[in-house]
Protein backbone atom coordinates (compact mmCIF):
# COMPACT_ATOMS: atom_id res chain seq x y z
CA UNK A 1 0.00 0.00 0.00
CA UNK A 2 1.20 3.28 -0.78
CA UNK A 3 -0.16 6.71 0.73
CA UNK A 4 0.65 10.42 -0.30
CA UNK A 5 -0.45 13.47 0.88
CA UNK A 6 -0.24 17.69 0.22
CA UNK A 7 -1.71 20.71 0.91
CA UNK A 8 -4.69 19.97 -1.97
CA UNK A 9 -6.17 16.92 -3.38
CA UNK A 10 -7.53 18.17 -6.43
CA UNK A 11 -9.99 15.10 -7.57
CA UNK A 12 -11.58 16.63 -10.76
CA UNK A 13 -14.72 14.35 -9.40
CA UNK A 14 -15.40 16.16 -6.68
CA UNK A 15 -14.46 19.10 -4.97
CA UNK A 16 -10.88 19.79 -3.85
CA UNK A 17 -9.75 18.48 -0.95
CA UNK A 18 -7.29 21.05 1.47
CA UNK A 19 -4.65 18.91 3.13
CA UNK A 20 -5.98 15.71 1.01
CA UNK A 21 -4.27 12.11 0.50
CA UNK A 22 -4.59 9.68 -1.63
CA UNK A 23 -3.73 6.31 -1.41
CA UNK A 24 -3.70 2.88 -3.58
CA UNK A 25 -2.40 -0.53 -3.49
CA UNK A 26 -1.63 -3.33 -6.46
CA UNK A 27 -2.47 -0.21 -8.79
CA UNK A 28 -5.79 0.85 -7.86
CA UNK A 29 -6.51 3.47 -6.08
CA UNK A 30 -8.24 2.60 -2.25
CA UNK A 31 -8.48 6.05 -0.68
CA UNK A 32 -8.91 9.61 -1.39
CA UNK A 33 -9.90 12.25 1.45
CA UNK A 34 -8.83 14.44 4.28
CA UNK A 35 -5.97 13.89 5.71
CA UNK A 36 -1.72 13.68 5.99
CA UNK A 37 0.08 10.72 4.81
CA UNK A 38 3.64 9.43 5.76
CA UNK A 39 4.72 11.12 3.20
CA UNK A 40 3.30 14.42 2.42
CA UNK A 41 4.27 17.22 0.23
CA UNK A 42 4.04 20.47 1.40
CA UNK A 43 3.42 23.48 -0.82
CA UNK A 44 1.92 21.12 -3.20
CA UNK A 45 -1.17 19.61 -5.27
CA UNK A 46 -1.68 16.51 -6.10
CA UNK A 47 -4.17 15.61 -9.09
CA UNK A 48 -4.63 12.98 -11.43
CA UNK A 49 -2.50 11.82 -14.31
CA UNK A 50 -2.82 14.25 -17.19
CA UNK A 51 -3.88 13.14 -20.52
CA UNK A 52 -2.31 14.17 -23.72
CA UNK A 53 -5.02 13.22 -26.66
CA UNK A 54 -3.36 13.99 -29.37
CA UNK A 55 0.65 13.08 -29.40
CA UNK A 56 3.12 11.80 -32.04
CA UNK A 57 6.09 10.94 -29.69
CA UNK A 58 8.28 10.20 -32.15
CA UNK A 59 8.66 13.50 -33.49
CA UNK A 60 9.57 14.91 -30.61
CA UNK A 61 13.27 16.66 -31.60
CA UNK A 62 11.78 18.09 -34.74
CA UNK A 63 11.11 21.38 -32.99
CA UNK A 64 11.25 24.50 -35.41
CA UNK A 65 11.44 22.37 -38.58
CA UNK A 66 9.97 24.43 -41.73
CA UNK A 67 8.96 26.73 -39.09
CA UNK A 68 6.74 29.61 -41.06
CA UNK A 69 6.58 27.85 -44.01
CA UNK A 70 3.39 27.17 -46.01
CA UNK A 71 2.09 23.51 -45.37
CA UNK A 72 2.83 22.47 -49.14
CA UNK A 73 6.87 23.52 -48.03
CA UNK A 74 6.66 22.76 -44.48
CA UNK A 75 5.55 18.71 -44.68
CA UNK A 76 8.35 18.65 -47.90
CA UNK A 77 11.03 19.72 -45.36
CA UNK A 78 9.36 17.23 -42.77
CA UNK A 79 9.33 14.09 -45.18
CA UNK A 80 13.02 15.15 -46.41
CA UNK A 81 14.41 14.91 -43.13
CA UNK A 82 12.42 12.28 -41.50
CA UNK A 83 14.10 9.95 -44.62
CA UNK A 84 17.45 10.70 -43.03
CA UNK A 85 16.92 8.06 -39.69
CA UNK A 86 15.37 4.98 -39.34
CA UNK A 87 13.53 2.96 -36.29
CA UNK A 88 16.24 2.96 -34.19
CA UNK A 89 16.59 6.76 -34.28
CA UNK A 90 12.99 7.15 -34.68
CA UNK A 91 12.37 4.67 -31.00
CA UNK A 92 15.16 6.84 -29.43
CA UNK A 93 13.19 10.26 -30.36
CA UNK A 94 9.95 8.91 -29.17
CA UNK A 95 11.39 7.80 -25.87
CA UNK A 96 12.45 11.28 -25.20
CA UNK A 97 8.76 12.15 -26.15
CA UNK A 98 7.38 9.59 -23.81
CA UNK A 99 10.19 11.10 -20.95
CA UNK A 100 9.31 14.59 -21.52
CA UNK A 101 4.99 13.51 -21.39
CA UNK A 102 5.71 11.76 -17.88
CA UNK A 103 8.03 14.86 -16.55
CA UNK A 104 5.00 17.17 -17.78
CA UNK A 105 2.52 14.69 -15.29
CA UNK A 106 1.48 12.83 -18.14
CA UNK A 107 0.32 9.97 -17.84
CA UNK A 108 -1.39 8.69 -20.58
CA UNK A 109 -0.95 9.52 -24.09
CA UNK A 110 -3.55 9.29 -27.23
CA UNK A 111 -0.62 8.68 -29.70
CA UNK A 112 -0.83 8.85 -33.75
CA UNK A 113 2.37 6.76 -34.25
CA UNK A 114 3.67 6.19 -38.52
CA UNK A 115 6.17 3.77 -37.73
CA UNK A 116 4.79 2.29 -34.41
CA UNK A 117 7.72 3.41 -32.46
CA UNK A 118 5.64 4.90 -29.66
CA UNK A 119 5.01 1.35 -28.68
CA UNK A 120 7.94 0.42 -27.53
CA UNK A 121 9.02 3.81 -25.90
CA UNK A 122 5.85 4.11 -23.96
CA UNK A 123 5.98 0.41 -22.77
CA UNK A 124 9.93 0.81 -21.57
CA UNK A 125 8.72 4.31 -20.04
CA UNK A 126 6.12 2.91 -18.57
CA UNK A 127 3.86 6.01 -20.18
CA UNK A 128 -0.33 4.37 -20.11
CA UNK A 129 -0.74 4.59 -24.28
CA UNK A 130 -2.92 3.88 -27.15
CA UNK A 131 -1.19 4.09 -29.85
CA UNK A 132 -2.74 4.70 -32.86
CA UNK A 133 -0.53 3.23 -35.91
CA UNK A 134 -0.81 5.60 -38.52
CA UNK A 135 -1.82 4.55 -41.94
CA UNK A 136 -2.21 6.22 -45.57
CA UNK A 137 -3.80 5.30 -48.89
CA UNK A 138 -1.19 7.24 -50.88
CA UNK A 139 1.55 5.40 -50.07
CA UNK A 140 -0.27 1.85 -51.74
CA UNK A 141 0.04 -0.40 -48.91
CA UNK A 142 -2.82 0.92 -46.80
CA UNK A 143 -3.56 -1.60 -43.81
CA UNK A 144 -0.33 -3.41 -44.87
CA UNK A 145 1.69 -0.92 -43.01
CA UNK A 146 -0.35 -1.73 -40.21
CA UNK A 147 -0.52 -5.32 -40.25
CA UNK A 148 3.66 -4.91 -40.10
CA UNK A 149 4.13 -2.64 -37.22
CA UNK A 150 1.59 -3.67 -34.92
CA UNK A 151 3.57 -6.54 -33.07
CA UNK A 152 5.59 -3.59 -32.40
CA UNK A 153 2.72 -2.44 -30.14
CA UNK A 154 2.56 -4.11 -27.12
CA UNK A 155 3.28 -3.93 -23.10
CA UNK A 156 1.47 -3.88 -20.25
CA UNK A 157 1.20 0.00 -20.19
CA UNK A 158 0.38 0.05 -24.45
CA UNK A 159 -2.80 -0.64 -25.71
CA UNK A 160 -2.85 -0.66 -29.96
CA UNK A 161 -5.01 1.34 -32.20
CA UNK A 162 -5.46 2.18 -35.75
CA UNK A 163 -4.90 6.08 -37.21
CA UNK A 164 -6.20 6.55 -40.54
CA UNK A 165 -3.99 9.46 -41.06
CA UNK A 166 -7.02 12.08 -42.59
CA UNK A 167 -9.64 12.26 -44.99
CA UNK A 168 -7.09 13.85 -47.54
CA UNK A 169 -4.42 11.02 -47.25
CA UNK A 170 -6.87 8.35 -46.98
CA UNK A 171 -9.93 6.96 -48.76
CA UNK A 172 -12.97 6.20 -46.94
CA UNK A 173 -12.41 2.20 -47.84
CA UNK A 174 -9.30 2.37 -45.40
CA UNK A 175 -11.21 4.73 -42.65
CA UNK A 176 -13.75 1.61 -43.15
CA UNK A 177 -11.17 -1.14 -42.73
CA UNK A 178 -9.67 0.78 -39.95
CA UNK A 179 -13.33 0.48 -38.24
CA UNK A 180 -13.68 -3.23 -38.92
CA UNK A 181 -10.52 -4.24 -37.06
CA UNK A 182 -12.21 -2.86 -33.69
CA UNK A 183 -9.66 -1.01 -32.20
CA UNK A 184 -9.76 2.43 -31.17
CA UNK A 185 -9.52 4.78 -34.52
CA UNK A 186 -8.50 8.20 -34.19
CA UNK A 187 -7.48 10.64 -37.08
CA UNK A 188 -7.17 14.29 -38.10
CA UNK A 189 -10.08 16.45 -38.93
CA UNK A 190 -10.86 19.62 -40.29
CA UNK A 191 -7.19 21.21 -39.45
CA UNK A 192 -7.43 24.11 -41.68
CA UNK A 193 -9.19 26.25 -44.68
CA UNK A 194 -6.37 25.06 -47.21
CA UNK A 195 -7.64 21.63 -46.14
CA UNK A 196 -11.43 22.10 -46.96
CA UNK A 197 -10.42 24.22 -49.97
CA UNK A 198 -8.74 20.49 -51.45
CA UNK A 199 -11.23 18.39 -50.09
CA UNK A 200 -14.13 20.71 -51.53
CA UNK A 201 -12.96 20.73 -55.46
CA UNK A 202 -9.08 20.13 -55.56
CA UNK A 203 -8.34 23.96 -55.42
CA UNK A 204 -6.74 26.29 -52.91
CA UNK A 205 -2.07 26.36 -52.01
CA UNK A 206 -3.04 22.10 -51.60
CA UNK A 207 -3.15 21.59 -55.26
CA UNK A 208 0.36 21.59 -55.20
CA UNK A 209 0.43 18.20 -53.05
CA UNK A 210 -2.22 16.40 -55.34
CA UNK A 211 0.16 13.63 -56.19
CA UNK A 212 0.21 12.88 -52.22
CA UNK A 213 -3.59 13.02 -51.99
CA UNK A 214 -6.40 10.21 -52.84
CA UNK A 215 -8.85 12.70 -54.42
CA UNK A 216 -10.90 15.70 -53.60
CA UNK A 217 -14.42 14.61 -51.53
CA UNK A 218 -16.12 17.22 -52.73
CA UNK A 219 -17.04 18.56 -48.85
CA UNK A 220 -15.00 18.21 -45.72
CA UNK A 221 -13.83 15.61 -44.13
CA UNK A 222 -16.52 15.56 -41.46
CA UNK A 223 -19.32 15.82 -44.22
CA UNK A 224 -17.68 12.83 -45.89
CA UNK A 225 -16.89 10.76 -42.91
CA UNK A 226 -20.61 10.95 -41.82
CA UNK A 227 -22.24 10.19 -44.75
CA UNK A 228 -20.95 7.12 -44.67
CA UNK A 229 -21.68 6.23 -41.67
CA UNK A 230 -17.95 6.20 -40.69
CA UNK A 231 -18.23 8.88 -37.81
CA UNK A 232 -18.57 6.88 -34.92
CA UNK A 233 -18.68 6.62 -30.90
CA UNK A 234 -15.10 6.38 -30.24
CA UNK A 235 -13.68 8.09 -32.65
CA UNK A 236 -10.77 10.71 -31.42
CA UNK A 237 -10.69 13.17 -33.95
CA UNK A 238 -7.53 15.58 -33.70
CA UNK A 239 -8.35 19.53 -34.37
CA UNK A 240 -11.70 20.37 -35.78
CA UNK A 241 -10.67 23.96 -36.01
CA UNK A 242 -12.86 25.14 -39.17
CA UNK A 243 -16.23 23.50 -38.57
CA UNK A 244 -20.00 24.65 -39.44
CA UNK A 245 -22.65 24.13 -37.03
CA UNK A 246 -23.85 21.46 -38.73
CA UNK A 247 -20.62 19.68 -39.04
CA UNK A 248 -20.27 20.58 -34.64
CA UNK A 249 -23.96 18.69 -34.38
CA UNK A 250 -22.58 16.17 -36.45
CA UNK A 251 -19.62 14.99 -34.30
CA UNK A 252 -22.32 15.68 -31.44
CA UNK A 253 -24.87 13.38 -32.65
CA UNK A 254 -22.15 10.63 -33.48
CA UNK A 255 -20.35 10.98 -30.09
CA UNK A 256 -17.03 11.92 -32.09
CA UNK A 257 -14.45 13.05 -29.36
CA UNK A 258 -12.29 15.94 -30.39
CA UNK A 259 -8.29 16.44 -29.75
CA UNK A 260 -8.14 20.02 -29.08
CA UNK A 261 -4.53 20.79 -30.41
CA UNK A 262 -4.59 24.64 -29.79
CA UNK A 263 -0.61 25.57 -30.03
CA UNK A 264 -0.28 23.39 -33.08
CA UNK A 265 -3.92 25.07 -34.81
CA UNK A 266 -2.16 28.37 -33.84
CA UNK A 267 1.18 27.87 -35.18
CA UNK A 268 0.94 26.21 -38.08
CA UNK A 269 -1.74 29.41 -39.25
CA UNK A 270 -4.63 27.18 -39.43
CA UNK A 271 -6.71 29.05 -36.96
CA UNK A 272 -8.56 28.70 -33.51
CA UNK A 273 -11.08 25.89 -32.75
CA UNK A 274 -14.23 26.31 -31.39
CA UNK A 275 -13.55 24.80 -28.57
CA UNK A 276 -16.79 26.64 -26.46
CA UNK A 277 -19.33 25.82 -28.62
CA UNK A 278 -18.23 22.07 -29.22
CA UNK A 279 -18.51 21.65 -25.87
CA UNK A 280 -21.49 23.55 -25.80
CA UNK A 281 -22.99 20.92 -28.27
CA UNK A 282 -22.11 18.11 -26.24
CA UNK A 283 -18.65 16.61 -28.17
CA UNK A 284 -16.68 15.04 -25.88
CA UNK A 285 -13.47 17.24 -25.85
CA UNK A 286 -10.17 16.40 -24.73
CA UNK A 287 -6.54 18.35 -25.04
CA UNK A 288 -3.60 17.00 -27.23
CA UNK A 289 0.06 18.63 -27.54
CA UNK A 290 0.52 17.63 -31.17
CA UNK A 291 3.90 17.44 -31.46
CA UNK A 292 7.09 19.30 -31.39
CA UNK A 293 6.59 19.54 -35.40
CA UNK A 294 3.93 21.63 -35.32
CA UNK A 295 4.39 22.86 -31.40
CA UNK A 296 6.38 23.50 -29.34
CA UNK A 297 6.70 20.88 -26.47
CA UNK A 298 4.82 18.11 -25.37
CA UNK A 299 4.17 20.73 -21.82
CA UNK A 300 0.55 20.17 -21.49
CA UNK A 301 -0.06 22.98 -19.17
CA UNK A 302 1.47 24.99 -22.06
CA UNK A 303 -1.53 23.53 -23.65
CA UNK A 304 -3.92 23.86 -20.83
CA UNK A 305 -2.88 27.85 -20.40
CA UNK A 306 -3.07 28.15 -24.28
CA UNK A 307 -6.92 26.81 -24.35
CA UNK A 308 -8.05 28.97 -22.02
CA UNK A 309 -6.30 31.78 -24.02
CA UNK A 310 -7.79 31.12 -27.49
CA UNK A 311 -11.20 30.14 -26.06
CA UNK A 312 -11.80 33.56 -24.22
CA UNK A 313 -9.94 35.70 -26.95
CA UNK A 314 -12.55 33.82 -29.71
CA UNK A 315 -15.30 34.05 -27.55
CA UNK A 316 -15.01 37.48 -26.28
CA UNK A 317 -15.52 36.73 -22.77
CA UNK A 318 -13.84 35.58 -19.59
CA UNK A 319 -16.16 32.54 -18.65
CA UNK A 320 -15.45 30.59 -22.31
CA UNK A 321 -13.23 28.36 -20.98
CA UNK A 322 -12.52 28.57 -17.18
CA UNK A 323 -9.54 27.09 -15.38
CA UNK A 324 -11.40 24.14 -13.90
CA UNK A 325 -13.27 23.62 -17.30
CA UNK A 326 -9.94 23.34 -18.73
CA UNK A 327 -8.31 21.31 -16.26
CA UNK A 328 -11.44 18.69 -16.87
CA UNK A 329 -10.12 18.23 -20.51
CA UNK A 330 -6.42 17.45 -19.52
CA UNK A 331 -8.21 14.71 -17.21
CA UNK A 332 -11.66 13.29 -17.02
CA UNK A 333 -11.79 14.84 -20.88
CA UNK A 334 -9.13 12.85 -22.31
CA UNK A 335 -10.10 10.15 -20.43
CA UNK A 336 -13.88 9.67 -22.18
CA UNK A 337 -12.25 10.62 -25.44
CA UNK A 338 -9.97 7.73 -25.40
CA UNK A 339 -12.75 5.43 -23.79
CA UNK A 340 -10.61 4.90 -20.35
CA UNK A 341 -13.12 6.63 -18.07
CA UNK A 342 -14.05 3.75 -16.34
CA UNK A 343 -10.44 3.33 -15.40
CA UNK A 344 -8.61 7.07 -15.29
CA UNK A 345 -9.06 10.74 -15.50
CA UNK A 346 -9.97 11.38 -12.16
CA UNK A 347 -8.93 10.86 -8.09
CA UNK A 348 -11.71 7.93 -7.53
CA UNK A 349 -11.11 4.81 -5.36
CA UNK A 350 -11.50 2.27 -7.74
CA UNK A 351 -9.54 3.40 -10.99
CA UNK A 352 -6.12 3.16 -11.53
CA UNK A 353 -3.54 5.38 -9.56
CA UNK A 354 -2.05 7.88 -12.10
CA UNK A 355 -1.47 10.98 -10.42
CA UNK A 356 0.67 13.79 -10.62
CA UNK A 357 2.05 15.99 -7.84
CA UNK A 358 2.88 19.06 -8.87
CA UNK A 359 4.81 22.16 -6.64
CA UNK A 360 3.13 25.88 -6.26
CA UNK A 361 6.23 26.95 -3.88
CA UNK A 362 7.02 30.26 -5.07
CA UNK A 363 4.46 30.77 -7.73
CA UNK A 364 1.97 34.03 -7.67
CA UNK A 365 -0.75 31.38 -7.22
CA UNK A 366 0.81 30.07 -3.76
CA UNK A 367 -0.86 30.49 -0.66
CA UNK A 368 -3.13 28.89 -2.87
CA UNK A 369 -6.55 30.13 -2.83
CA UNK A 370 -7.97 28.26 -5.74
CA UNK A 371 -6.32 24.79 -6.58
CA UNK A 372 -7.48 24.61 -10.45
CA UNK A 373 -6.60 27.48 -11.31
CA UNK A 374 -3.46 27.69 -9.28
CA UNK A 375 -2.43 24.24 -11.42
CA UNK A 376 -3.20 25.86 -15.12
CA UNK A 377 -1.73 29.42 -14.47
CA UNK A 378 0.90 28.10 -12.81
CA UNK A 379 1.86 24.45 -13.74
CA UNK A 380 4.84 23.90 -15.82
CA UNK A 381 7.25 20.64 -15.87
CA UNK A 382 9.70 22.48 -13.81
CA UNK A 383 6.95 22.11 -11.04
CA UNK A 384 5.94 18.39 -11.46
CA UNK A 385 7.30 16.58 -8.48
CA UNK A 386 6.35 13.20 -9.27
CA UNK A 387 4.10 10.90 -12.09
CA UNK A 388 2.90 7.77 -10.87
CA UNK A 389 1.76 5.50 -13.44
CA UNK A 390 -0.79 2.60 -12.97
CA UNK A 391 0.87 3.00 -8.85
CA UNK A 392 4.56 2.86 -9.91
CA UNK A 393 6.63 6.40 -9.58
CA UNK A 394 7.82 6.56 -13.11
CA UNK A 395 8.95 10.19 -12.42
CA UNK A 396 10.85 11.92 -9.67
CA UNK A 397 11.79 15.34 -9.91
CA UNK A 398 16.16 15.38 -9.63
CA UNK A 399 16.08 11.92 -10.02
CA UNK A 400 17.94 10.22 -13.46
CA UNK A 401 15.75 12.29 -15.53
CA UNK A 402 16.83 9.93 -18.69
CA UNK A 403 20.27 11.16 -19.13
CA UNK A 404 20.95 8.17 -21.83
CA UNK A 405 17.38 8.84 -23.42
CA UNK A 406 18.45 12.77 -23.73
CA UNK A 407 21.69 12.11 -25.39
CA UNK A 408 20.47 9.39 -28.13
CA UNK A 409 17.25 11.08 -29.05
CA UNK A 410 19.99 14.57 -29.48
CA UNK A 411 22.20 12.42 -31.33
CA UNK A 412 18.75 11.54 -33.84
CA UNK A 413 17.84 15.25 -33.86
CA UNK A 414 21.58 16.13 -35.34
CA UNK A 415 20.89 13.32 -38.36
CA UNK A 416 18.08 15.03 -38.98
CA UNK A 417 19.80 18.22 -39.31
CA UNK A 418 22.51 16.82 -41.85
CA UNK A 419 21.72 16.40 -45.34
ZN1 LIG B 1 -1.51 15.13 -35.29
Known sequence: MSSLSADWVLPVDGPPIAGGHVTWEDGRITEVGPGRAARHLDDAVILPGLVNAHSH????????????????????????????????EMEAIARLGAAECL???????????????????????????????????????????????RARVDGASVTLGISPHAPYTCDLDLYREAFALGLPVATHLNESRDELDWLADGTGPWAALAHAMPRPL???????????????????????VVV??????????????????PRSNALLGCGIAPVAEL?????PVALGTD???????????EELRAAVYFARARERRPDAL???????????????AL??????????????????????????????????????????????LETVVDGVTRYRQGEDEWPEVRSTASAARARLLTP
Open 322 to 336: TAEDALRLATIGGAR
Open 244 to 261: DDEEIELLAENEVAVAHC
Open 57 to 88: LEYAVYGGFGDGLPFARWILVHMERKARIGPV
Open 103 to 149: ASGVTTVGDCSFTGAAGPACAALGLRAIVYLEVFSHDGVGLERFEAS
Open 339 to 384: GLEAEIGSLTPGKRADLTALSLAGSPYHPVEDPAAAVVFGGSPSRV
Open 279 to 283: RAAGV
Open 218 to 240: GRSGIRALAEQGLLRKGLVAAHC
Open 291 to 301: SPASAPSFDLF
